[in-house]
């Protein structure tokens, strides 16, 4: 988007947005704000037609579709070729390897379907070429090794097919690492972090200028995937366990570890991330679970669930989506806060994980995107700070890693 169209839709959509409007931090230097930062987020998901309803915004629209990207004044996309959990047996990677190319085809057509608007970029640089152009920059990212199994050379496919950034974990333990949440008869740890194969791709994804993306990971794989990686690394969607204790948030020991490696955690808009479930939302668990025979005391929305036949448990599932408080848009920005404080405003940015749960009130789709940067004026960051929290800090780190694969040719040559 040219900054004045873009301002100018940023207007519109400061008027259309939820209400959270503070004195302070009025709309015209939200506006102004917005539009002269690269606002990137660094992850979200893509709905196919086989995607459960509950992960569409109203049961029907995707959060990071074009209109919601303009609206929001979202300059670049980091859109996911994710698979969750599953089998590991050959068929279960057939099935996940269908799934991922069918995520990567529609990224593909995604950022080939008006190129006047929208571009796919392939580095840090096409990432300002075509924000500077006004269009939407989007990046590849891929998520979950269970998809390639132990095939390692699917990394250079992938590469070839213009990912970026590589994940090695969703939810469950697969060929390459360790998962923060393993899946049940999971032992906690089955590698001890990475798995050998793990630490052959890192090095790998270090030579060819991948950034990997430490989010989903156990606390002994991020911590070994720190240490062996060349460049920094990202945790594209994450929160800080220290707020609320998730396994899916990292402690302050993770943070520190990323942080000294030069790299940058993300937030995350995602309710049971952000706010233990008040009184009124457990009430309502409870008696969702007890009408599918689930015990009504849990530590997690999901135990036993696993156990009922497929049908059954997508409809609690269905049933649980909404059943939450959503946290607010200033629970999010809490975690922007304790992070930036506890490892430096330069090492935290936004990866919305929209269209795989996330969402909450005030910032529920990429359109909400200018309240973020409401927010965070009203807390007193300053505009370069937004900047760099929006997209700089990441493509910071994103140029790193590509660095990392230049300065291996460098050495090559050498010898």
Known sequence: MTRTWKAALLAGALLIAPAVTHADAGDD???????????????????????????????????????????????????????????????GVAAARREADEK???????????????GLARSAADVERLSREG??????????????????????????????????????????????????????????????????????????????????LSTDALLQTVTLSRAPVAATHSAARALVDNGRNLDDAELDAIRAK???VQVTPFTSYLTLPDQASRDRISAIRASYGLP???????????ALPEAQRSAYLDALSGARTKASLS????????????????????????????????????????????????????????????????LRALRAAEGAKKRQIQVYRLR
């Open 296 to 306: 009504a005391d849990y530590a997690s929305t999901y135990d036993g669930s696993e």
């Open 135 to 216: 269009k939407v920059a989007v990046l590849v990212a891929f998520q979950n090794a269970r998809s390639i199994g132990k095939d390692i050379a699917q990394i250079d496919r992938l590469y070839s097919d213009g990912v970026r950034i590589f994940a090695f974990d969703h939810a469950g333990h697969n060929d390459f690492a360790d998962s923060s949440r393993p899946q049940p008869g999971e032992p906690v740890a089955e590698h001890r972090g990475l798995s050998p194969l793990g630490r052959q791709a890192v090095a790998k994804l270090n030579d060819l200028g991948v950034l990997i993306d430490v989010s989903q």
């Open 29 to 91: 230097e939200a506006v102004a704000v917005h539009d002269r930062v690269l606002v990137l987020d660094s992850h979200a998901d893509v709905l196919l037609p086989s995607t459960p309803k509950r992960y569409y915004l109203d049961g029907r629209n995707s959060r990071v579709d074009f209109p919601r990207l303009e609206q929001g004044g979202v300059d670049a996309i980091v859109l996911a070729v994710a698979v969750g959990p599953g089998p590991r047996d050959a068929a």
């Open 331 to 394: 629970d999010f920005v809490d975690h922007i806060d304790y992070i930036a404080k506890r490892i430096g405003w330069q090492h935290v940015g936004i990866g919305s994980d929209f269209d795989h749960g996330a969402g909450v009130a005030g910032f529920d789709s990429a359109a909400d995107a200018p309240n973020v940067t409401r927010e965070l004026l009203r807390r007193g960051y300053s505009e370069d700070q937004i900047a760099a929290i929006w997209g700089g800090n990441f």
């Open 104 to 118: 990567l085809a529609r990224i593909k057509a995604f950022a080939a379907s008006d190129p006047a608007r929208v």
């Open 262 to 264: 030069g790299g940058v």
